[in-house]
């Protein structure tokens, strides 16, 4: 569908019929959330596509139990990187099997909330808007990720008081301090989960001579990363290939040892947040010394974030229930209750 034939978001409800959905489409993972359902599904935003037809072979966690393990005309890569379309033509046939997998409505086409980072461009922003319209939507809604992931973790977002949430995702760091329904200041940047695995890899390399997988990077984080020291040191045993012998070989790993390897990740989430800090206003930073910081986002599960935070930062810090899916979690409560919280969406205009 061209743009000028992209039909507007009517200005009424939601259709029952129309069984809308929210989609955060993530650097790492989708996530679908379909009215009157919840979540529908939530997989490893990954593709396998066969080189020589271009033809989609397996998406989501199909994709990802491939991979590193394709033969040599089978590809297997991430359509998104650093939360925005790289590749317009692999995100949408993965968009639409995800969609056609989760059959939101066989009557009507769909409402859509897409979820997007702060610091999203127009132009990263519409083509999220254009594959989600070649999908089958007939409407889309833009929703900032901050905004959803403060919705998600049950913030106060409509109160005068301010709340502040950091949504850590696999390629993009949102910060932002919310009041009365909007966002009074954030920042987004493009770190996140997959940085720190690529901290891993590049460590291991530099201090090991060995040649470590994607998965295998990301079990280390999973198994013993840490960005605060630990009570209690962790070790994990790490297989991959000598770079001088070209054989495998195993080495041990521990917890400390990984915290040093990806301090410089760390610090860049750190700093993003002492930024948004810096120029909030003074008396919104008076309420955010009792309501604190909320952390969202899969990669606020690497151990130490609320400690390393609270250290840094000085006032409270905590993880939310679930974080992540709090980002759809919002969204989906924005398709669930759309004429309460219309006000936070951004609608398509009629081109």
């Known amino acids: 569908m061209t743009s000028a034939a992209r039909p507007a978001p009517r200005r009424g409800g939601w259709s029952p019929l129309g069984r809308d959905v929210a989609v955060d489409l993530g650097t790492a993972t989708t996530q679908v959330h379909v009215r009157g359902r919840g979540v529908v599904l939530d997989e490893p935003s990954l593709v396998a596509v066969d080189t020589t037809t271009g033809r989609l ?18 590809l297997t890569l991430r359509p998104l990187t650093d939360g925005v379309i790289t590749d317009s033509e692999v995100t949408e046939q993965m968009l639409r099997h995800f969609i056609g997998t989760v059959r939101p409505s066989r009557l009507l086409r769909p409402r859509t909330v897409v979820c997007v980072p702060s610091g999203v461009t127009a132009v990263e922003r519409r083509a999220l808007e254009d594959a989600a319209i070649r999908c089958g939507a007939r409407g889309v809604y833009v929703l900032e990720e901050a905004m959803a992931a403060a919705i998600g973790a049950d913030l106060p977002v409509d109160a005068a008081t301010a709340s502040m949430v950091v949504d850590m995702g696999g390629g993009t760091t949102d910060v932002a301090v919310i009041s009365l329904g909007g966002i009074v200041n954030a920042r987004s940047v493009r770190t996140g989960g997959e940085e720190v695995d690529e901290a891993i890899v590049q460590g291991v390399k530099d201090g090991h001579d060995l040649l470590l997988g994607e998965r295998s990077a990301e079990d280390i984080k999973l198994k013993v990363g840490a960005v605060w020291p630990l009570a209690q040191e962790l070790t994990t045993r790490v297989r991959g290939r000598d770079l001088t012998t070209g054989l495998p070989r195993t080495i041990d790993l521990g917890s400390e040892e990984v915290r040093r390897m990806i301090e410089p990740v760390t610090a860049q989430v750190v700093e ?12 919104l930073s008076g309420d955010l010394l009792d309501s604190g910081v909320v952390l969202t986002g899969g990669a606020s599960l690497l151990r130490g974030w ?15 229930d679930d974080p ?19 006000r936070v969406l951004v609608s398509t205009p009629h081109r």
């Not at 990802?64 to 393990?69: N, S, T």
């Not at 993003?272 to 008396?283: G, K, S, T």
């Open 272 to 283: 993003a947040v002492r930024q948004v800090l810096d120029i909030c206003p003074p008396e």
């Open 306 to 320: 609320a400690e390393r935070l609270r250290h840094e930062l000085g006032i409270p810090v905590r993880v939310a």
């Open 324 to 342: 992540q899916h709090a980002v759809i979690r919002g969204a989906g409560a924005c398709v669930d209750n759309f004429s309460s919280l219309r």
């Open 57 to 74: 072979v397996a998406a989501g966690t199909a994709a990802h139990e491939m991979l590193g393990r394709t033969p040599e005309k089978v």
